[in-house]
């Protein structure tokens, strides 16, 4: 089982770019969810998906962040434009059911400068 | 809104000392509560899940335990060891699907 995997594990770009994360769940999962985590704020869900279908997205905090998942391997989350802000480590999981244990991948650690 | 808090923010303990790690949640209509470990630059690690309907659960040295009535959980760890030095953050998931994590709690266990 190779677990949860994310890319990029670092991003560093200027204000205004876009930035794209991905994200692997664990074969077989089918609830995808994705997290903020920051100093200020701590462990933030900002959207999740069941069987790839977005389920609550009340946690995105702008129209500027967007999250795809076109199929059961695979999920992006967009930010266009980027901004300061948004420097945070960004965290995928995946679990087997929603009464089943989150398995996270290791995080995008993303910088706006 | 749920609420979750954890006391202390940090804890410093010697080795082979049993501990308790605090989880305090303001809606009692949760779905299950989970305790996480998380280490330095890694992600979430899954360490115990209690549903709404238990009482406790446990994993080898640790054991938590979930009142709804009184809105807490508790973590305990038995015999600390240095390798038990890591975050633990609690999370508790409502009845309507939605994720609350607590700031969590930053354990230090001296050798």
């Known amino acids: 089982d190779a677990g949860v995997i994310q890319s990029p594990r670092h991003e560093v770009t200027e204000m205004g770019q876009e930035v794209t994360l991905r994200c692997k769940p664990i074969?077989?999962?089918?609830?995808l969810f994705w997290y903020r985590q920051t100093m200020m704020r701590g462990l933030e869900l900002l959207i999740y998906?069941?069987?790839?279908?977005?389920?609550?997205d009340s946690g995105m905090p702008e129209d500027r962040f967007s999250a795809k998942m076109p199929n059961a391997s695979f999920s992006t989350l967009k930010i266009q434009p980027s901004e300061p802000r948004d420097s945070a480590v960004y965290f995928c999981?995946?679990?087997?059911?929603?009464?089943?244990?989150?398995?996270f991948g290791d995080g995008t650690r993303l910088s706006i400068l | 809104k749920q609420e979750v808090t954890q006391i202390p923010a940090a804890l410093s303990v010697p080795e082979g000392e049993n501990l308790v790690l605090n989880c305090s949640f303001t809606d009692s209509a949760i779905y299950n509560l989970q305790w996480f470990r998380q280490d330095p630059g890694k992600g979430l690690t899954s360490l115990l899940l209690?549903?709404?309907?238990?009482r406790e659960q446990t994993s080898g040295r640790l054991n938590a335990s979930l009142d709804k009535s009184s809105g807490r959980s508790t973590l305990y760890i038995a015999a600390s060891q240095p390798g038990d030095s890591a975050t633990y953050l609690c999370a508790a998931t409502n009845t309507g699907n939605q994720f609350y994590f607590g700031t969590g709690t930053s354990l230090t266990v001296i050798p």
């Open positions: 209690i549903q709404s309907s238990q």
């Open positions: 074969s077989g999962h089918d609830y």
């Open positions: 998906f069941n069987n790839n279908v977005p389920i609550d």
């Open positions: 999981a995946s679990s087997l059911g929603r009464v089943q244990p989150q398995h």
